[in-house]
């Protein structure tokens, strides 16, 4: 009962058997390896990973810790087991009236003894003892009949006395079986060690090739963030340039209308006059009274008053025309400027450069600090400094308060940000190892070997060869990305906010490896460290 008992407590509670290589779950439940990796596989693309036994949730695939006391637990109850069922199955032979297991087997008289019996057996050399046994014909040679009692090396093949002294196996090399036995067992332990070792090896590739698929599944999760809140905003700004666009051209017809309805009035009011004038002249055709007919003075049916009448037609007509020509149609052109304008801000106005790869783990290099710049242990801060760090003096050292970085990059893309809120004066970029050292021209950006972003009393600009461009003073000023598409031939500086804001690309045929480099006029600056 004890036994089934804790086979029941060593049961895992997906497959039901005893734990193979049992494995722990944070929430404490324990299962195997093979079940419970195959129970999270079926998981992979859920919101959570659960645990199948208590259901507690997990973010993120959750790490399985081995248990090696209950593995420990678990062999030892296998271990026993073998036992324990041979006790039960094989009996004396001797106890026929009320069966008792057997503790030994006697290979030369071919019979199981108990404890009683056994103390009673001879114990002559050619009763061979073992473990209880029902398979006595298969330790007797088959050709002889006798107990294989020796093991011939070089047949690899278990034989009895006869085989060694006038059998086949005579003259041949052969050991006990005793001795046979534990040198297989030493060659099978120095196998088995190096199984495990495999074994284990193979688990930490498991392990490792699952950490990296997480972090794929992570990456692709920020990726799909980035892209989806990089349309929201495109979709924002084209909201919002439909109507401004719209805007426009309705303001555009509702002037152009109102400018149409002025015209028209004017003519419905010329109609309304020539209709009573035709009116009033028809009258006087149909008159038979002449008296009458030739009294009537206001008829416009002299010469003078035709050429006046003519000539005030002839002006309304043109100036008509003037207001439609003035203003009469859309302004295509505005409003085809207008939407071109707007879709040309947009791009360069959101993050378009999206980042797939992580940021570069950047140090800076204490042989090219100059000495008013105190660095930081892991050499990612620098401090401007009132003290003299007494550096050596090297032609590698910067004069003014710069900085190169200790890697250079000649190929690929890269990117990497900048910590820049507790300066106000500062300027970071990229440079040629070839930079200058000493005297104006080594400053970042003034010269051709270096491009910077700067920021000096509020004032932001970028800097290249001595030519400098100003920014909008709305700069975050807390952090600063700078990336890098050496192929391309592009530096790109980002403001580091909600969304993060493309502020300036330097576009340049590179000619050397290029080094991320800083300068601080106060207080301190910071290199962040890649992910």
Same mark, same amino acid.
């Given at each position: 009962?004890?036994?089934?008992?804790?086979?029941?407590?060593?049961?895992?509670?997906?497959?039901?058997?005893?734990?193979?290589?049992?494995?722990?779950?944070?929430?404490?439940?324990?299962?195997?390896?093979?079940?419970?990796?195959?129970?999270?596989?079926?998981?992979?693309?859920?919101?959570?990973?659960?645990?199948?036994?208590?259901?507690?949730?997990?973010?993120?695939?959750?790490?399985?810790?081995?248990?090696?006391?209950?593995?420990?637990?678990?062999?030892?109850?296998?271990?026993?087991?073998?036992?324990?069922?041979?006790?039960?199955?094989?009996?004396?032979?001797?106890?026929?009236?009320?069966?008792?297991?057997?503790?030994?087997?006697?290979?030369?008289?071919?019979?199981?003894?108990?404890?009683?019996?056994?103390?009673?057996?001879?114990?002559?050399?050619?009763?061979?003892?073992?473990?209880?046994?029902?398979?006595?014909?298969?330790?007797?040679?088959?050709?002889?009949?006798?107990?294989?009692?020796?093991?011939?090396?070089?047949?690899?093949?278990?034989?009895?006395?006869?085989?060694?002294?006038?059998?086949?196996?005579?003259?041949?090399?052969?050991?006990?079986?005793?001795?046979?036995?534990?040198?297989?067992?030493?060659?099978?332990?120095?196998?088995?060690?190096?199984?495990?070792?495999?074994?284990?090896?193979?688990?930490?590739?498991?392990?490792?090739?699952?950490?990296?698929?997480?972090?794929?599944?992570?990456?692709?999760?920020?990726?799909?963030? =980035?892209?989806?809140?990089?349309? +929201?905003? @495109?979709?924002?700004?084209?909201? #919002? !340039?439909? *109507? %401004? $666009?719209?805007?426009?051209?309705?303001?555009?017809?509702?002037?152009?209308?109102? =400018?149409?309805?002025?015209?028209? +009035?004017? @003519?419905?009011?010329?109609?309304? #006059? !020539?209709? *009573? %004038? $035709?009116?009033?002249?028809?009258?006087?055709?149909?008159?038979?009274?002449?008296?009458?007919?030739?009294?009537?003075?206001?008829?416009?049916?002299?010469?003078?008053?035709?050429?006046?009448?003519?000539?005030?037609?002839?002006?309304?007509?043109?100036?008509?025309?003037?207001?439609?020509?003035?203003?009469?149609?859309?302004?295509?052109?505005?409003?085809?400027?207008?939407?071109?304008?707007?879709?040309?801000?947009?791009?360069?106005?959101?993050?378009?450069?999206?980042?797939?790869?992580?940021?570069?783990?950047?140090?800076?290099?204490?042989?090219?600090?100059?000495?008013?710049?105190?660095?930081?242990?892991?050499?990612?801060?620098?401090?401007?400094?009132?003290?003299?760090?007494?550096?050596?003096?090297?032609?590698?050292?910067?004069?003014?308060?710069?900085?190169?970085?200790?890697?250079?990059?000649?190929?690929?893309?890269?990117?990497?940000?900048?910590?820049?809120?507790?300066?106000?004066?500062?300027?970071?970029?990229?440079?040629?190892?070839?930079?200058?050292?000493?005297?104006?021209?080594?400053?970042?950006?003034?010269?051709?070997?270096?491009?910077?972003?700067?920021?000096?009393?509020?004032?932001?600009?970028?800097?290249?060869?001595?030519?400098?461009?100003?920014?909008?003073?709305?700069?975050?000023?807390?952090?600063?990305?700078?990336?890098?598409?050496?192929?391309?031939?592009?530096?790109?500086?980002?403001?580091?906010?909600?969304?993060?804001?493309?502020?300036?690309?330097?576009?340049?045929?590179?000619?050397?490896?290029?080094?991320?480099?800083?300068?601080?006029?106060?207080?301190?600056?910071?290199?962040?460290?890649?992910?």
């Amino acid at each position: 009962m004890a036994s089934a008992a804790l086979r029941e407590e060593l049961e895992c509670a997906i497959c039901l058997s005893v734990y193979t290589d049992p494995v722990m779950l944070r929430c404490g439940h324990n299962f195997c390896r093979g079940c419970i990796n195959r129970a999270l596989d079926t998981q992979d693309g859920s919101r959570y990973y659960s645990c199948p036994e208590c259901r507690k949730r997990f973010k993120v695939r959750p790490a399985l810790h081995r248990n090696i006391k209950l593995r420990n637990i678990v062999e030892n109850f296998l271990s026993a087991q073998p036992d324990e069922e041979e006790d039960s199955g094989i009996f004396c032979t001797y106890c026929v009236d009320f069966p008792v297991p057997a503790v030994k087997s006697c290979l030369h008289c071919e019979v199981s003894l108990c404890d009683k019996h056994l103390r009673a057996h001879k114990k002559s050399p050619e009763h061979v003892l073992c473990d209880p046994t029902t398979s006595l014909e298969d330790r007797k040679c088959s050709v002889h009949n006798r107990i294989l009692e020796y093991y011939c090396t070089e047949d690899s093949a278990c034989v009895c006395v006869s085989c060694r002294l006038d059998g086949d196996h005579w003259g041949h090399q052969v050991e006990t079986l005793d001795e046979a036995s534990e040198k297989k067992k030493r060659a099978l332990r120095d196998v088995l060690q190096k199984l495990m070792t495999q074994k284990d090896e193979t688990e930490k590739r498991v392990r490792s090739v699952q950490v990296h698929r997480q972090k794929s599944r992570d990456k692709a999760k920020y990726s799909t963030e =980035k892209v989806v809140a990089l349309f +929201r905003v @495109l979709r924002k700004r084209l909201e #919002d !340039l439909e *109507k %401004k $666009v719209l805007s426009d051209i309705n303001k555009q017809a509702m002037e152009i209308s109102s =400018k149409y309805n002025e015209v028209i +009035r004017q @003519l419905e009011i010329k109609k309304d #006059d !020539l209709t *009573k %004038k $035709v009116h009033r002249i028809e009258e006087l055709c149909n008159m038979t009274d002449p008296l009458t007919v030739l009294q009537e003075s206001d008829t416009g049916d002299t010469g003078d008053t035709e050429d006046r009448h003519d000539s005030k037609d002839g002006g309304e007509r043109e100036r008509h025309d003037n207001q439609l020509h003035d203003g009469g149609d859309l302004d295509v052109a505005s409003i085809s400027h207008t939407l071109h304008t707007g879709l040309s801000d947009i791009i360069p106005g959101v993050n378009v450069h999206f980042y797939m790869q992580d940021a570069e783990d950047i140090i800076l290099d204490i042989n090219t600090a100059a000495n008013d710049l105190h660095l930081s242990d892991d050499e990612k801060t620098a401090s401007w400094s009132d003290k003299n760090q007494s550096r050596p003096e090297t032609p590698e050292r910067f004069q003014c308060s710069q900085v190169l970085s200790s890697q250079s990059f000649s190929s690929g893309r890269h990117y990497w940000e900048v910590d820049v809120r507790k300066s106000h004066g500062w300027i970071v970029g990229v440079g040629y190892p070839s930079i200058d050292r000493r005297g104006d021209q080594s400053l970042i950006g003034g010269n051709d070997k270096s491009w910077g972003l700067v920021r000096d009393d509020n004032q932001y600009s970028v800097v290249h060869d001595c030519t400098v461009i100003g920014l909008p003073d709305n700069i975050s000023s807390a952090k600063i990305r700078i990336y890098l598409d050496y192929e391309a031939g592009q530096i790109s500086f980002y403001d580091i906010c909600a969304p993060i804001r493309h502020l300036h690309t330097f576009t340049a045929t590179f000619t050397e490896p290029l080094h991320a480099v800083l300068g601080v006029g106060g207080g301190c600056v910071k290199i962040c460290s890649g992910n």
